[in-house]
């Protein structure tokens, strides 16, 4: 389901940092209406789509991702040469 525009209507607004961020103060975001707002539930209200309830693109988070995925590329190479030399 498209947005709707119900979702204005439980906007959030941008919380202050010393307060945590968005995702800490209870905030979820729908990336379909691309909004954050307040809801309780686990769905958008305005397109029923599942809302974000935990960060993504914190720095952190994503460098703690390239380190695994940096990891799992060298596993699949070494498992790629293994079935070479048995093909051999
Ligand atoms: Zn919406
Ligand atoms: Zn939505």
Request: hydrophobic letters at 25%.
């Amino acid at each position: 389901m498209p947005c709707k525009g119900i979702c204005l209507r439980h906007r959030a607004l941008k919380p202050k940092v010393a307060e945590g961020g968005r995702y800490l103060t209870g905030q979820k975001r729908c990336q379909v209406c691309s909004i954050f707002m307040r809801w309780p539930g686990l769905f958008c209200p305005c397109c029923g789509y599942r809302l974000r309830t935990r960060p993504r693109n914190y720095k952190f988070k994503s460098r703690l991702r390239d380190a695994k995925k940096q990891r799992d590329q060298k596993t699949l190479t070494v498992q790629k040469s293994q079935i070479k030399r048995k093909a051999l």
